[in-house]
């Protein structure tokens, strides 16, 4: 064996270690793979036989003739219509026997019985993974979770002048989408290319379509300000993280039960005859990096220090934000406390985005169908259903902050209410007059009486609510019943002192970062100072005359001269000069996504 197959070797090897520690929780698998049906069969019939045993006495009761092969199709024909997220979560029937695949780590040790199904998982992890019948290719490794292969991961080695970039290829060229295995939400759910410094994703292999995100933690470390990559790590790799946290047993059930999601979209298309037809377009997202870290950060804070503290998270455009915002809001609902009491009474998220409203509602629904229905206080609604909801604890309300001024003093101010607010777009204009209303609805006033009184030493009954210096206290000092959540890009100075972190020296900072020069670096959104030019040197550059007689005349470089011709402050000729530069170069930028 060559040095450098060697080295390889101990890369794995170091990986599959850290897996089969008792923190990472996984066995080393050792059942056979059943290529045609995309299954570890015994482990999945052990599981089930095991954890539901009337439920498989009844199947074999209705199957008498090979009832293994037949749950295996069951299953296969749930994935198919179902998809294999929701099949985890939730479980699926056949012919009215209900059956779990898995079971989720449970919030608190107050269900003893949750807390035994939930050991009952089998997690393996298989080096060297013969997947296919008609071949002998493998996969470097893949995490299996009761029979059922889960995420796979092509592993690649600096030393043998292998990289994450010839793991992408490998998944692009070298794995036929049409094994069963690869196919899109129904075994594998994500694809991960690793090395000892990179780490990409994809949840859908489509050949040379294949789209993959980086799962970095950024230079300078997860929610700090910094580029793309990783940080070094004194004590190993740069990405060793991923495998000693990430997609350790107790993190793995977390990220399917209350992260990756099915988003399905309906668009438009075009047919040759000139009609339109509708599309259904599914993607699985996977949460990169830096969305897992801040949600997980935000939750564990709030668990620890309890409600009434406020969190600034500075992430630039091409984040996700709105995905984060969804995780965030479904987490903070069904938070409990150590007595298994809500820590919010409601989640209310506070936002102008029409968009952010409908995805909302589609990614909390295919969390759980335990936790209440999202409600919406959009245009066909007014301020007075927004009170209601407020009133009734629904537990997710998504509104704007127009709607609070109405209402400011019809909330009902029940002791020991807590709410958790969730402000996208945070900006300085939030310190107006809309959001002191928002506080003032859902303060606790009894306890801004105490403060008072601890203050002025006066009894409370002696105070009185309309009192001018209490209610400035409601609308501007932070109270123990409220908690903000603040999302924006670009926060101003008075938005880090309304909603930031104070450090020893006085100053505010946001309490997790994912930066601009990341997005840019990591190649979700374009540098706009990097082909800055001014209109004078654009022309310049563009005339056509004998000084400069190499330059072509160009449609682009006609729109330029004539902006400089007509007039040089012609609004409408600028105008033209954007958007015909954005049609024909912008937009096809970053996939075409590019705005």
Avoid at 47 to 64: C, E, G, I, L, S
Avoid at 147 to 152: D, E, H, L, S, V
Avoid at 347 to 355: G, K, L, N, P, S
Avoid at 550 to 575: C, T
Wanted: glycine content about 6%; proline content about 4%.
């Amino acid at each position: 064996m060559s040095i450098h197959d060697t080295t390889e070797k101990r890369f794995e090897s170091d990986i599959e270690a850290s897996f089969l520690s008792p923190s990472g929780g996984y066995t080393r698998g050792a059942d056979t793979y059943d290529p045609r049906l995309g299954l570890h069969v015994d482990t999945l019939i052990g599981f089930v036989q095991r954890t539901q045993p009337r439920a498989w006495a009844r199947f074999v009761n209705q199957n008498k003739t090979d009832p293994t092969l037949k749950f295996c199709q069951a299953l296969d024909a749930a994935c198919d219509s179902m998809g294999l997220v929701a099949v985890l979560r939730h479980g699926f029937k056949h012919r009215g026997i209900p059956f779990r695949v898995c079971y989720f780590r449970p919030e608190s040790g107050l269900n003893p019985t949750a807390a035994t199904q939930y050991a009952a998982n089998v997690t393996e992890v298989y080096r060297q993974w013969h997947y296919s019948a008609d071949n002998n290719n493998s996969v470097d490794m893949v995490l299996v979770l009761n029979g059922i292969p889960i995420f796979a991961f092509e592993l690649k080695n600096q030393y043998t002048g292998q990289t994450a970039d010839n793991a992408r290829r490998q998944w692009m060229y070298d794995r036929d989408p049409r094994e069963i295995c690869f196919q899109f939400n129904r075994r594998i759910l994500a694809y991960f290319c690793v090395d000892h410094t990179d780490v990409w994703m994809t949840t859908k292999l489509a050949g040379k379509d294949t789209w993959f995100l980086p799962f970095n933690q950024g230079s300078n470390g997860a929610g700090n300000d910094g580029g793309r990559g990783n940080p070094p790590n004194p004590n190993g790799y740069p990405t060793a993280d991923r495998w000693e946290d990430v997609f350790q047993k107790g993190s793995l059930s977390d990220i399917l039960q209350k992260f990756i999601h099915l988003q399905v979209k309906e668009e438009k298309q075009r047919k040759k005859d000139g009609s339109e037809r509708t599309v259904r377009k599914k993607a699985l997202i996977f949460p990169r990096y830096h969305q897992l870290d801040v949600v997980r950060k935000l939750i564990a804070d709030v668990r620890a220090n309890g409600a009434g503290h406020n969190y600034l998270v500075q992430h630039s455009a091409g984040s996700g934000k709105s995905n984060s915002i969804a995780w965030t809001a479904y987490r903070l609902a069904s938070l409990h406390d150590e007595n298994n009491r809500a820590v919010f009474s409601s989640v209310i998220v506070v936002t102008d985005r029409t968009v952010l409203d409908a995805q909302l509602q589609e990614t909390i629904s295919g969390f759980d169908h335990t936790i209440g229905a999202v409600e919406t206080i959009g245009e066909n609604k007014n301020s007075k259903d927004l009170r209601d909801a407020i009133n009734n604890g629904v537990r997710i309300i998504v509104t704007t902050l127009q709607k609070f001024p109405v209402i400011y003093t019809e909330v009902d101010k029940a002791n020991g209410r807590n709410y958790a607010i969730i402000v996208d777009e945070a900006h300085s204009s939030q310190t107006g007059n809309s959001a002191l209303k928002l506080k003032a609805a859902l303060a606790d006033t009894e306890d801004a009486l105490r403060e008072y009184a601890e203050l002025e030493g006066k009894a409370e009954e002696e105070l009185d609510p309309d009192d001018k210096l209490m209610r400035e206290m409601i609308v501007h000092g932070k109270h123990k019943n409220l908690s903000f959540f603040a999302f924006t890009a670009t926060p101003k100075d008075k938005t880090l002192e309304l909603f930031g972190t104070e450090h020893e020296d006085g100053s505010f900072h946001p309490f997790h970062i994912y930066s601009m020069r990341q997005a840019i670096e990591e190649g979700f959104i374009l540098d706009v100072l990097q082909n800055y030019m001014t209109y004078d040197t654009c022309f310049k550059i563009a005339k056509t005359v004998p000084e400069n007689p190499d330059v072509p005349a160009s449609r682009a470089a006609k729109l330029i001269r004539r902006y400089q011709e007509l007039h040089p402050y012609n609004i409408n000729q600028k105008s033209q000069v954007i958007v015909e530069t954005f049609l024909e170069t912008t937009s096809k930028k970053i996939g075409g996504r590019a705005r």
